[in-house]
């Protein structure tokens, strides 16, 4: 299976070209902004690296976050736009999925930290029930307290400037991590539509019009 996955959630564009567990192309570039412009003159030189063209695909998988609002659009909005010109299905991962992916010691439970860029950053708790939380956001100190009363908990993810205990660093690409689980998922699964994961509200909101405004 062959699959261009990509990654713009974060503070940084990144993406892979991946066949059957084989990574043929990667690349990623740290940027807080600009992934708009960026991100398709990216995945084109990325295609011609590895020497395939879109119409190749089988697939094309996409980070919906959580993450950077604006970040996980434009990530969204570039998979959606080559699926739809390819003909080819658009996965959507979860980060969270990611990083549990990447990290899995048996026995140990696992949070999954995610820099919000806020006071609050997203967690998700996975149990060694195999239980999973609901997404949610915890200041650093509440984490804290909820690894006091979870003993035997691995801590990843990319809030790596939290000092938590407990931390395990990946060096994966999440696009990386993303192909090998899209090329997994059943197109159409529920779980992978790629629609953007919101944990909390937009900072931007649109002040209502007062009523006397519209008779001017």
Not at 70 to 84: D, N, P, Y
Not at 146 to 164: E, M, Q, R, S, Y
Not at 188 to 201: E, K, N, Q, S
């Amino acid at each position: 299976m062959l699959i261009l996955s990509l990654d713009s959630a974060s503070s940084a564009c990144s993406a892979c070209v991946w066949r059957d567990g084989k990574v043929l192309a990667q690349v990623l570039e740290p940027m807080e902004r600009g992934q708009d412009q960026r991100m398709m003159p990216l995945l084109i030189d990325l295609m011609k690296q590895a020497s395939v063209s879109f119409d190749d695909l089988d697939r094309i998988a996409v980070t919906r976050g959580p993450g950077s609002f604006t970040g996980l659009r434009i990530g969204l909005a570039a998979a959606r736009g080559i699926g739809l010109a390819a003909d080819k299905p658009v996965i959507g991962v979860d980060r969270f999925a990611i990083f549990r992916e990447q990290v899995q010691q048996p026995g140990k439970k696992l949070l999954v930290v995610i820099n919000s860029k806020r006071k609050e950053l997203f967690i998700q708790f996975y149990a060694t029930d195999n239980s999973i939380s609901s997404p949610a956001m915890m200041t650093q100190e509440e984490i804290l307290d909820f690894l006091k009363l979870n003993p035997d908990t691995v801590v990843a993810g990319d809030a790596i400037d939290t000092a938590l205990p407990g931390f395990v660093k990946t060096t994966q690409l999440e696009a990386v991590t993303g192909a090998l689980l899209a090329s997994r998922t059943a197109v159409g699964d529920l779980a992978y539509l790629p629609r953007p994961l919101y944990i909390r509200a937009p900072d931007v909101t649109i002040k209502p019009v007062p009523v006397e405004a519209c008779h001017d």
